[in-house]
Structures are given as structure tokens and as C-alpha cells.
């Protein structure tokens, strides 16, 4: 029962165990206790080698003759001190039929229900048979004769012989393999029982995980998490410890007895979910259990990892918290390292060789996942539960999570690690300037591998199944990309919101990368090795390649990128610019417009120049509407509104926008802007109005505009800094006469355009919306309604000097031509026709041509709207020389050296020049002034100083006398003597012809006389006899009778009030 006390102990004995009593092993515990107190010191072992032989020799016979539960003393000596007393107990109720060697490995395999002294003296005992593997009587038994014939196994270092065993368990006999077996699953608790790893990373659980209890696996498990990150922590592990670790890591995942987390924690789950797995491997021999599997890097005649296949497939139906805990830990070590999935690489061994023969440890999951549709359906299997898992719960991508702690902190930190939705906001985050540059490279990495099935998508395959059953169901069932590709093909027809959200991520991603949208980059390789070679990818920046060689990619490639830049049009959230840049904006300018069918795009847009919008926000918004421009199918709203119309009015343009290949060059749109006078949907109207206005306001998104205007551009433009309110237009505008044929068309008819709505003249529209709304505030926009109006109104008083500003400048683009006045030109249409036909019209070179000829032959038009336009072109002329074409021009250098103290409008160069006619040089000139002076002394109508001088006496004396025919100049000039009439009005009277007025004056239509004979009742009674007789006979005197009688009485009878009325539309003298 001990070590005797004679013989090589003896002095040991003495000096060391004096007091110590002998029997029961005390003494041999002694002597073993005091060399370990001396090694943890790191002293000199104090008891002699021989003497120490002996007392293991005693020992190793104590763990062969075994424990006798029968025997009245139950253990023969004790292994360790106490361990009597502790597991008398628990031996009689759990062990008591083995036999006496295997009851100490009955209290082993049954240790989570001993009593707590019983467990910590059996875990006494397995430290020491972890020192020293010839105390595990079976283990030495079974492994005596391997051990002899392996080389580097006699050794003497504690648990050296155990260690050599386990690195050599795949050539060991079969009875060794499977006490080595057994002997692994109880030292999986605890470190500690592997004195060779503990050994090895001593240091390291002193650094990393030294506030960690040992036990229940814990400080493996701490290792492996650290010796897979790249901390300053971590930096300091030696390799042999890392390679320990990971070894053992390994080991432990291949079967799930040896994971003494899933082993202990998943008992019930397993019996309720893999109880057929189970049973199946627990019969297997160790030998065909691992087979030679990991032999040379070879996995194929095993059948290990059955179970924790089993729970990973059906983790989500695992109750026990623990056990998912345990699960997930497995998945982890299997993402990190694929070879710790026996079943993956089993079902892999021909695809890793074919595929991913060079791919680093931790890469070849991300290897497979991008050969996905090229795997075995075995290996593809593997690699879809894996990744499915994976992309749960960021914490389940090991390599991503670490390489992304930081970023994590900065920009996701509300969001807890768990779950997808910490990695959805680093997808999100990742396009940011300031992201950290390995998370943005990792994430690239891991989404470029696992969009190649959308098993891999974690939202999508949580959120659209129901959406790929109604639209994508074979593609579902085939796996691979076909289903991701299909539901983007139907992303607009997708209705579940959760499937909507993944999807939107998805694509987005696309179009930020062209690898991460595989349809795309499958149908377009060819071209972007040949077009964007050396373009990086993301961005956007290769899809922006394409499309700058649209013309030339072929035609599956140019198919694939007008999807994705449709869907970016259809949905703000796809485009990955307009997200990362215009985020703030969209909250500030269109917070509660639907980011879907185009609407908030359009919103942005109509908010592109407003100077909060920042630079990057604008310049995407420009790029959407470039695109947009050139292709009908990429406005939402256009089609939406405007299919049916164009299939009528531009059938030809139509078929080829249909294509959808990015060919049509914005044809189909061109024409439509063409033939707006056709159509009459009111919504179709106002989608491509939008259209319009951006044309108008930036010619280069013109898409032919752009093209045929670029030489002209550079050439006269060239330091224009566009605003998009249309500077460069304009500009190419002023030098009209030079332009080539095709852009000086182009720009004529943008011009034309732009006058139709003041919404198109972005400065004139934000300059003049107080005066529009004062002065013309029932006037519709469109037609040139309001633009008139306000020119109508620009030198009145009460107008914004900016906005004046900005009308002197329209006017004088409507002087040049007829085209620039679009109510004069239809109005007029008929008449200028029949002008031209009479050839009356003479030089079509001469500036504003057609719009002279309308104004010099007005006797002869006779369409009244005509008429009409025409009096206010004249009313124009008459308060401004700026309005009549060419007239500037012309009379510049004679306004400077004769009037260049005058202001120049209101009439008052026209005053100076006139009063000046004779020292006038330039005869074209000259003659203008002569030509406008002639028009001002035959109509009060148009005469502006009449107009402004004479408001209150017509309001007065001629308030309901038509104007036209010098009927209305007539009228004044019959009262102009009368005392009340002011000195303006007589001054400005007397420059016009007012005495031929007097005797040409008309007769009275019947209307008339009927209103000026219900006025005047009292002296019709009187005279009416007459007057009625004398009509028979003198029917002309009669007329300028009556027209005189009655205005030269209506003072007598006092049927008017002579006021002071200040004119509401007429100034008050202003210069300018």
C-alpha cells in the first residue's frame, strides 16, 4: 500500500516525509508533492532520480491493479489524498459492476454527477495521468507496444508520451486509437489535462486569458479566439502555441464528443435532433470513424462530423441557449479554418483540388462560395449550410469580425455584434471615405463570394421566399446565382417589405462594384477587360466605364447595365452614389417622397441648383439625369405617363428606345419635346416637362445637343462655369451666326423651348417669383404667358430691379427672333404665311425679320389673337429701343455719343434719339428710329409716354372708348385742352398726330353708340327727334356730330369725376 522505506527512498524519506506515517501511498504522494512544490519553485528537484522511478512505478502498479468495490476497503491506496473518503460513495452507486481497472474511467466518463469532493479528487487524479499517461491503465495497455515502435516518444517530459500518441493517432493500432479516443473526450474539459498545450502556452493564458477560470473548455476556447485576432495582445503569441492551439482546436471540432461544449450542452438537443447521426457514428469504430481523413491534407473514407453537421443544419430548432452558444463556436472554427469541417471536406476533396488548389487556410470558403455554380452538388451542399450560417451573425465570419472591430465602434455603435444586422451596417458604411481600408477589403471579399447563391443572403433568404415562389421559383430550386439574378430582374414587382429592404442592399452593392453583381459582370467580362482594364473597381467608377463605351460593348453587356441603370432611376436606394452622398440632402429637400418609382429622384432633382445641395450630391443627381436624358425607359415617371403617347406621335423612336440597350440616345425624348404641341395628357405633359427644363437649362445633357455643340462649345464657351441655368446655352446662343449647322439648329430649338415657360429660365424664374406673383397673379405659366406678362410689367415702379435686369436681358433674346415668342409665333402663324407668300417679308438674314414684318404690315393681319400679340410687341418696342431687333445694335454707337446720360428704358431713348434724329450717323439706325417714332404718333394704345402720362385723363375722358384704329388717340386729343388735363399728357399727345386723329377718327360701331346712348338719356330725350331725322340725310356729318356732342357734354352734365388716380400698371419715372 506505499513505497518501501528502505532501499533508494530511504534519505529521501528521511528528510523530507519524517512525520509522514507510511501506508495508503502516503508516502509515495509525499515524495511526488515535494518535487512538484521544488519545480514550481524552479529548484532543484529534491528527491533522487532512482527514488523517483520507484515512487512512479508504485504508482503506475496502484492505477493497473485498479479499484475493488467489493474489497472492504473499497481502493487498495489512494491515488490521492482523500480520494477515499470523497467517492466511496459515487463508486458503490455508479461504478460498482466495472471491473476494478475501469472504475477510475467510470468516474471519468460519469464526472457531471459525482458528488463536488468526488469530481475534484478524480480530476486530481487525471492532472497526474496527464503527466504521465502510464498512470491510465488502459490507455497504457492498449498503447504499450505502439508507443515502443514510435519514434520520439521515449521521453520524460510530463505528458510528452501522451502528446507523441496523439500526434501519431492516425498510424497507431486500432485498440490504441480508440482508448486515445476515449482519453481525449475526458481531457477535453479542462486544459490542463493537455500538458503539452498548457505547457506550450503558458505565457499566453497569462496574457490573454488570465482572468478565465479553467474548466468546462473555456481556456481553449479563449486561445483560439485570441490566436485568431491581430491585436497588440495577440501579437506576442509564439508560434508553437498557435499551432498547439490550433491543432487541438481542430481535433475537437471533428467529432462531437470530443467538444466538450457540445457534448455536455447539446445531450438533449442531440438525442431529439440527430439521434439517427448519432447512433450511426457511436457504432463506428474509431479506425472507420476518421478514416484518413486530414492525412496529407486528404479528407474521404471517414465518417466524422455527422452530429455537428446535424446541429448546424438545424440550429434554428436547437432549444438550449448553451448549446446554440456551443454550436455557433463550432461554426466559427469551421469559418475560419474550412478543414475543420470533416463533412465540407469530404464532399469538397475533387472541387478544392479543382478549384482552390492555392487558396490559404482561411480563404478557401470564400474560394468555393465564387465557384459556386461550378461545384458538385455534394460540395455545394456543404458550402451553402456553412454560408447560410455564416451570414446570420457577423460574429459567425471570425476573420471579417476582427478585421472590422474598429470600424464597428465608429460607425455602428448602437447596434449590438450579434445578428445580420451589425454586418448590414458595415456594407452600408463600407463606400465611406474615412472607412477603415481592411473592413472595406474584407467585406468586398465576403460579399463578392456569397453573391453567388442567395442562401448566402442572409436577408434575402430570412425575407423572399414567398417572392421567388411567385416569381422565381425554378431559379430557387436550381440554386447558384440564377435566383439573385431573377429576383433583380422582378425587383420592381417585389412587394414583401423585408425582401424588398435585403434586395435593395443587394443590388445597391451592384451597382457600386460590378463584382458584387454577378449577372452583370458575368455578361460584361469581355468588355470590361477590354474597355475599363484599368479601372478599379467600386464607386461605380466601371460601370461608368461601360457607359462611356456604350456604343461599342456588346450587346448582352449593354442590355445587363441598362437594368441596373434602370433600377437606379426606379429606386433612390439602389444607387449607391445618391445614397452615400445625398443622404443628408434628401432629408432637408424631400423627406416624405417615396424613394421608389422615380418620385424622389425627381424631387432631388428639381432641387439640384439650390446652393444648400452639396458639390457630391450634385454631381450625382447630374449623372442620373445625363442617363435619363438619353434613354425614354430610364424615367419612370415619362414612361409611366407618356408610353401610350409616344407610341402614337414618335412610333419610330420608340421601337428603337424599346431595345433597352442604351442606343437610342435620347431620339425617342427629342421627339417627343418636338410634337409637345400633340399631346394632351396632362400628366404625360408634365412628366416630360421636367425633361424639357433640364434640357433647357443644361444643353449637355442633350444627349444629340451635346454631341453635335461640343467642338462649338470648347471653342466659344469654353470658360463658362455651367450652374445648369442655362449659361452655356446661352452663351452658344449669342454667337448664334457662328455655331456649325447642326448645333446652331440644336440651339435654336432649345431657345424656342425656353420661352415657353418662365420654369425653364431657372435665373429669371427665381429673380421674378415676388413679381409674379404681384403683378401677374391669375397668369397660368406655359404658352410664354408669363414671361409676356412680366415684360408687360418691367418698368413699372413697383419691379424688382434683379428681376428687371433679368427681363431686359429676355426681351432682347425675343427681339432676334420670332421662334423666341411663342404666343406671337402661333398666334401669328397664319398671317405670316400669307406675309411670306406676298413676299413682304424681306431679308430673312436681317435679326428678327419675321417679327418686323408682323409689325410693319399690322394694318394688313387678320387674326385677332395676331393682333393682339402684335400690339404688345409693339407696346414693348415703344418703352424700350432694346425690344426692337436689331435696334441696339444699330443705334449703339449713336446712344453713347448722343444719349449716354439717358436711361435706357421707358422710352427715353427713344426720346433722345428722336429729338437728336438729324446728328444720328448710322442710317440702319435712323431709319428704326424713324419707323418706331411713326407707330408711337398713330396709337395712344402703344405710345408708351401716352400710356404712362395719359392713364387718369383716358381713365377720366376715354374710359370706355376702344383702342385701335387712333380712335382711343382721338378721343384724348378731342379733350386735351380741358383744364384738368395734365402736362404730361398734353406734352406727350402733341408728339403724336393726334389732329389727323381728330379728323380721321371712325364712326361709332352700334355697340358703342347704344352704351353712349343708354349714358347719356337725358340728352337723347331732349335732341333725339333731331338727331334721328337728320341721320336719314346726313349720316356722315351725323357721326362726328354725335361723337362730338356727346364727349363736349358729358362735362355739362357732370357724368364723370376728374380725379387724381394713380396708374396701377404704369410707373412713375424711373431710369434705366
Wanted: hydrophobic share 35%; with cysteine.
Amino acid at each position: 500500500t506505499d513505497i518501501p522505506v528502505d532501499g533508494p527512498c530511504r534519505a529521501a524519506l528521511e528528510s523530507l516525509c519524517a512525520t509522514v506515517p507510511p501506508g495508503d501511498g502516503r508516502l509515495a504522494r509525499c515524495l511526488r508533492q515535494a518535487d512538484r512544490a521544488a519545480k514550481a519553485r524552479k529548484e532543484a528537484l529534491p528527491v533522487p532520480q532512482a527514488c523517483r522511478g520507484q515512487v512512479m512505478e508504485f504508482f503506475v502498479k496502484l492505477a493497473h491493479s485498479g479499484i475493488n468495490p467489493f474489497s472492504s476497503s473499497l481502493v487498495r491506496a489512494e491515488p490521492v489524498e482523500g480520494f477515499r473518503a470523497a467517492c466511496m460513495e459515487d463508486i458503490l452507486t455508479m461504478c460498482r459492476s466495472r471491473p476494478d481497472v475501469l472504475v477510475m474511467g467510470c468516474l471519468k466518463a460519469k464526472k457531471s454527477q459525482l458528488s463536488s469532493d468526488c469530481k475534484e479528487k478524480v480530476f486530481a487524479v487525471q492532472i497526474n495521468q496527464a503527466q504521465n499517461y502510464s498512470l491510465d491503465a488502459p490507455l497504457f495497455i492498449a498503447c504499450k507496444a505502439d508507443i515502443t515502435g514510435l519514434k520520439g516518444c521515449q521521453t520524460s517530459v510530463p505528458g510528452g508520451r501522451l502528446a507523441c500518441l496523439k500526434g501519431h493517432r492516425t498510424s497507431v493500432s486500432d485498440g490504441c486509437k480508440q482508448e486515445l479516443f476515449r482519453r481525449e473526450q475526458q481531457d477535453s474539459e479542462d486544459i490542463r489535462l493537455n500538458q503539452d498545450v498548457l505547457s506550450t502556452c503558458k505565457a499566453e493564458i497569462q496574457t490573454s486569458c488570465k482572468y478565465l477560470e479553467f474548466g468546462e473548455a473555456r481556456m481553449l476556447k479563449c486561445l483560439w479566439d485570441a490566436s485568431t485576432k491581430r491585436t497588440t495582445l495577440t501579437a506576442s503569441f509564439s508560434q508553437r502555441c498557435r499551432e498547439k492551439v490550433y491543432n487541438l482546436t481542430m481535433h475537437s471540432v471533428s467529432d462531437y464528443r470530443l467538444d466538450f461544449r457540445v457534448r455536455t450542452r447539446c445531450d438533449k438537443d442531440i438525442d431529439e435532433l440527430c439521434g439517427k447521426e448519432k447512433e450511426a457514428v457511436d457504432r463506428l469504430s474509431i479506425a472507420d470513424l476518421f478514416g484518413n481523413d486530414g492525412q496529407q491534407g486528404f479528407f474521404s473514407e471517414g465518417q466524422s462530423g455527422q452530429v455537428l453537421r446535424c446541429l448546424k443544419s438545424n440550429y434554428l430548432k436547437v432549444k438550449k441557449m448553451m448549446c446554440r452558444e456551443a454550436v455557433m463556436q463550432v461554426i466559427r472554427i469551421q469559418a475560419a479554418h474550412a478543414a475543420a469541417d470533416p463533412v465540407l471536406m469530404r464532399s469538397c476533396n475533387w472541387d478544392l483540388s479543382t478549384h482552390c488548389q492555392g487558396s490559404k487556410p482561411g480563404e478557401v470558403h470564400s474560394c468555393l462560395r465564387k465557384k459556386m455554380n461550378e461545384l458538385s452538388l455534394e460540395c455545394r451542399e456543404e458550402e451553402l449550410l456553412q454560408g447560410a450560417l455564416e451570414a446570420s451573425d457577423i460574429t459567425l465570419k471570425p476573420r471579417l469580425f476582427y478585421a472590422c472591430k474598429h470600424a464597428m465602434g465608429q460607425f455602428c455603435q448602437d447596434i449590438s455584434p450579434g445578428g445580420a444586422k451589425m454586418y448590414q451596417c458595415l456594407q452600408d458604411n463600407r463606400v465611406k471615405s474615412d472607412f477603415p481600408s481592411g473592413c472595406k477589403q474584407a467585406i468586398l471579399n465576403d460579399l463578392e463570394a456569397s453573391n453567388n447563391d442567395w442562401r448566402l443572403k442572409f436577408g434575402i433568404s430570412e425575407h423572399c421566399k414567398p417572392e421567388m415562389e411567385r416569381m422565381c421559383k425554378h431559379p430557387m430550386n436550381q440554386g447558384g446565382g440564377q435566383a439573385l439574378a431573377c429576383l433583380k430582374k422582378h425587383y420592381l414587382n417585389v412587394t414583401v417589405e423585408g425582401c424588398k429592404q435585403a434586395l435593395t442592399r443587394y443590388v445597391r452593392q451592384g451597382t457600386e462594384n460590378i463584382k458584387l453583381a454577378p449577372a452583370v459582370f458575368d455578361q460584361c467580362q469581355v468588355d470590361v477587360e477590354r474597355y475599363c482594364q484599368d479601372v478599379q473597381p467600386g464607386s461605380g467608377r466601371v460601370h461608368d466605364c461601360l457607359y462611356k463605351h456604350k456604343r461599342n460593348i456588346s450587346e448582352e453587356c449593354a442590355k445587363a447595365e441598362f437594368h441596373n441603370e434602370m433600377l437606379q432611376m426606379h429606386d433612390f436606394g439602389v444607387s449607391s452614389g445618391l445614397v452615400r452622398y445625398c443622404k443628408a440632402s434628401r432629408k432637408k429637400f424631400c423627406p416624405d417622397v417615396s424613394t421608389q418609382g422615380g418620385q424622389l429622384l425627381a424631387c432631388m432633382q428639381d432641387h439640384i441648383n439650390d446652393e444648400a445641395m452639396p458639390t457630391d450630391c450634385k454631381h450625382e443627381l447630374r449623372k442620373h439625369m445625363e442617363r435619363q436624358q438619353a434613354d425614354f425607359f430610364l424615367n419612370p415617371l415619362v414612361k409611366k405617363f407618356c408610353n401610350e403617347t409616344a407610341r402614337k406621335i414618335c412610333p419610330g423612336e420608340l421601337k428603337k428606345a424599346a431595345k433597352k440597350d442604351l442606343t437610342s440616345h435620347g431620339d425617342l425624348l427629342t421627339c417627343m419635346m418636338k410634337k409637345r404641341a400633340l399631346i394632351n395628357n396632362t400628366d404625360c405633359k408634365n412628366a416630360l416637362f421636367k425633361k424639357e427644363q433640364q434640357r433647357v437649362s443644361d444643353i449637355r445633357l442633350a444627349p444629340a445637343t451635346s454631341d453635335l455643340c461640343r467642338s462649338d462649345t470648347v471653342k466659344f464657351c469654353g470658360s463658362i462655369q455651367s450652374r445648369g441655368q442655362g449659361e452655356t446655352r446661352m452663351c452658344l446662343a449669342a454667337h448664334m451666326k457662328s455655331l456649325t449647322d447642326g448645333c446652331r439648329e440644336k440651339i435654336m430649338d432649345y431657345t424656342e423651348m425656353a420661352s415657353e415657360d418662365v420654369r425653364f429660365k431657372a435665373k429669371l424664374y427665381n429673380l421674378c417669383k415676388a413679381a409674379s406673383k404681384r403683378h401677374c397673379p391669375d397668369i397660368k405659366v406655359g404658352g410664354g404667358r408669363m414671361i409676356n406678362c412680366l415684360l408687360d410689367h418691367m418698368h413699372n415702379t413697383e419691379m424688382d430691379p434683379h428681376c428687371r435686369d433679368e427681363l431686359v436681358e429676355e426681351q432682347t433674346w425675343r427681339s432676334k427672333n420670332i421662334r423666341f415668342n411663342p404666343i406671337l409665333k402661333t398666334s401669328c402663324k397664319s398671317d405670316i404665311m400669307k406675309l411670306l407668300g406676298e413676299q413682304k417679308c424681306g431679308n430673312p438674314s436681317v435679326e428678327g425679320w419675321k417679327i418686323n414684318c408682323l409689325t410693319k404690315h399690322r394694318s394688313e393681319l387678320t387674326a385677332p389673337a395676331c393682333k393682339t400679340a402684335v400690339t404688345g410687341i409693339l407696346k414693348r418696342q415703344s418703352a424700350d429701343y432694346r425690344a426692337v431687333p436689331g435696334m441696339e445694335r444699330s443705334c449703339k454707337k449713336d446712344v453713347e455719343r448722343l444719349c449716354n446720360t439717358t436711361g435706357l428704358g421707358r422710352g427715353k431713348i427713344h426720346a433722345c434719339l428722336r429729338e437728336q434724329e438729324q446728328k444720328i450717323t448710322d442710317p440702319v439706325c435712323k431709319k428704326m428710329v424713324n419707323r418706331t417714332h411713326e407707330v408711337d404718333k398713330q396709337s395712344a394704345t402703344i405710345n408708351y409716354n401716352v400710356r404712362k402720362n395719359c392713364y387718369n385723363e383716358r381713365q377720366a375722358f376715354c374710359k370706355d372708348v376702344p383702342s385701335g384704329d387712333m380712335v382711343l388717340l382721338g378721343c384724348l386729343a378731342a379733350n386735351m385742352n380741358e383744364t384738368q388735363f395734365s402736362k404730361g399728357c398734353r406734352e406727350s399727345l402733341a408728339k403724336t398726330n393726334f389732329k389727323k386723329a381728330l379728323v380721321k377718327a371712325p364712326t361709332l360701331s352700334v355697340a358703342h353708340l347704344k352704351h353712349l346712348l343708354r349714358e347719356n338719356r337725358g340728352i337723347v330725350e331732349k335732341y333725339g327727334p333731331i338727331l334721328l331725322g337728320g341721320t336719314v340725310a346726313f349720316v356722315i356729318l351725323c357721326g362726328f356730330v354725335i361723337s362730338y356732342f356727346v364727349i363736349k357734354r358729358k362735362q355739362l352734365f357732370n357724368f364723370t369725376i376728374y380725379g387724381s388716380v394713380a396708374p396701377r400698371d404704369e410707373p412713375e419715372d424711373l431710369e434705366h
